[in-house]
């Protein structure tokens, strides 16, 4: 079934669908109402664009056009992920070492909570490379909301996929510690204000310009884990209020950003146009569901090495396996047999239907469980092990944000996890050159 008939089908039973996603929605958020701490949590949103998804499977079911096979598969997986995710309870209380609270060797300061002439070294170098990649990319590719698509933009070769890696990476860590700064008054020697300003000006104009409708909530995502992991820090008490407000505009903005591209994409400025498409998109978020079990397009793909299927893609990155060997991307497949030609684009392959081909009927469901034990680890357990201020902050914000992916594609969150061990190491190797030539310079001043 491709999205044209999905459409058509939700238009021939309106309220059947409404009815079916009003439910589904509110079983995931009763699910995980103790696991989502604000509205602006990724998980919060994670769960609303899953229930959208897993709502299409509910109404296929419910309309006959699917077996009840695959039904029954759909929920237990769904139940396993839930499973393995509650299994990590929230960490209630973080470590509060404070900054200065101890003052210590040189190997303290690089190793430790709580140090920010290391995080401005890194916010230095993070933002530096971010505008100078970013410009450079612009320079090779244009403007990439002017393309079709985000995948067509990184397809071009030539590197153009490393800088895209660099810019995931470089966004998040100056965006970021730019906030750091700005809530801690940190300020770096030989580095003027005004540069922050530049700083803020480019990191909100990438995701507006990058055409995806989505990305500019990554700064929502970034506010909100700031303010989570310093909600006990008094020193940042009236920067806190003033996040907390800049979140409620940072969505608004995202809904008129989303109409800007859409308008700009699609070259028309009426508005029901603007809300169509984004009810298509919101409609589609189960396009695998909709696409691989009915017709048991699904039973249709040859389930190859499993293990390539989910560590290919980062295994290649570092040549250890050639990307030849590595399994075609699901969603690729699912869309080349539903509309009968290859586009290089697809849906996401949600962990359902992805477990399926490549684990088969019991796997699948081992395979949700270990993935939603991953996510709750992540997200509950590993923030236990990072002080407020620590140099490692920045890297847990990224894990966090990207690791409630695995609702939606393994691939995306493996990407981001090859990204930050290709790009990780040289910020903070640079970062801390630079902070120990700092410490240098201060010492002989002294």
Known sequence: MNHGEFIWLINEAPVDYAVTLIMTLAVYLFIFRK???????????????????????VFLW????????????????????????????PVKEYSQTQTG???????????????RPLLGALYVVSAITFVVTQAVTYAIQGIPILYRSR???????GGIGVLDRILNVTW??????????????????????????????????????????????????VIYYFRFFHRRDRSCGTADKVLGK???????FAVAAAAFVISVQGATTDPSLWVATLGVRFASFGDAFFMAYPSHVVDSIPGRDGFLAVFGGL????????????????????HRIVYGFDNSTGPNARHNVFGLVFFGQMGSICYSLII?????????RLPAFIRPGSAMEPVFVFLAISCVGLFADLALVMKDIGSIILIMPFLYAISGLVYLAASRRSASVI
């Not at 040189?106 to 430790?112: A, G, Q, Y």
């Not at 995948?151 to 070769?157: A, E, K, N």
């Not at 800049?246 to 608004?252: H, I, M, R």
């Open 62 to 89: 419910w309309q006959g056009k699917i077996d009840v096979g695959y039904f029954i598969q759909f929920l237990i997986t769904d139940a396993a992920f839930f499973l393995g995710v509650l299994v990590s309870k």
């Open 246 to 252: 800049l979140q409620g505009a940072t969505v608004l």
């Open 372 to 380: 939603g034990m991953i996510v709750g680890f992540i997200r509950n």
């Open 151 to 157: 995948l067509d933009y990184y397809s071009g070769g």
């Open 101 to 115: 609270s101890r003052r210590g060797s040189r190997s303290f300061v690089l190793l430790s909570g709580g140090e």
């Open 315 to 334: 295994l290649a990155t570092f040549r250890i396996v050639p990307y030849e060997v590595v399994p075609e991307p699901l969603g690729y497949v699912l």
């Open 172 to 221: 998040l860590f100056s965006c970021y510690l730019l906030i750091y700064r700005f809530a801690t008054k940190t300020r770096s020697e030989g580095w003027p204000r005004v540069l922050d300003v530049f700083v803020g000006f480019a990191l909100v104009a990438s995701p507006v310009l990058s055409g995806s409708k989505s990305s500019f909530i990554s700064i929502v995502f």
């Open 35 to 57: 696991q989502i701490n604000s509205v602006f949590d990724p998980l919060f949103f994670a769960t609303v664009y899953g229930a959208l998804a897993g709502a299409d499977v």
